[in-house]
């Protein structure tokens, strides 16, 4: 499971123990940034929880012996468009929502109602980025649902698109 980053507009509450006084619950600026009392600005965007609470502790040593800083997110905003997967083309309902552990194809293309009386469900893609570059992955929806065939039932990953085209008449 990979860590979670924190960015612009996830909200973060810092706790310093027994210094109720410094502990706060901020959102992070568009500048990547928090405001924590006696420090000032400090990066936030870009790190992993404990990395900023490692940092903001570090600052704080200059103020407080052996601070014990801890850093929650208490609101994830910033990965509101980034981990999202979407379906579009031939279905019932195009959707975009969050991703979840575990989804796959099958899954998505239930959410979306299936597809319309025009899909051409065994010439669907799963549109991917990987390396900076995006990748076409054939996608063979009609062998999942009416033949069992569960090969091409991928797990979708954050950022994914599923597209479903119109059959040629």
Sequence with gaps: MNSYVLGATDVVRVSVWRNEDLSISVPIRPDGKISVPLIGDVQASGKEPEELAGDIRVELTEYIREPQVSVVVTSMGSHEFTDRVRV????????????RDGMTVLDMFLSAGGGNEFAALNQSMLY???????VAIPVKLDDILNRGKIETNY???PGDILSVPERNF
Excluded at 128 to 134: A, D, H, I, L, Y
């Design 128 to 134: 991917r980025k990987m390396n900076g570059e995006v």
């Design 88 to 99: 579009t083309g031939a279905v019932r309902q195009q959707v975009s929502q969050p991703h």
């Design 155 to 157: 797990a979708m990953r």
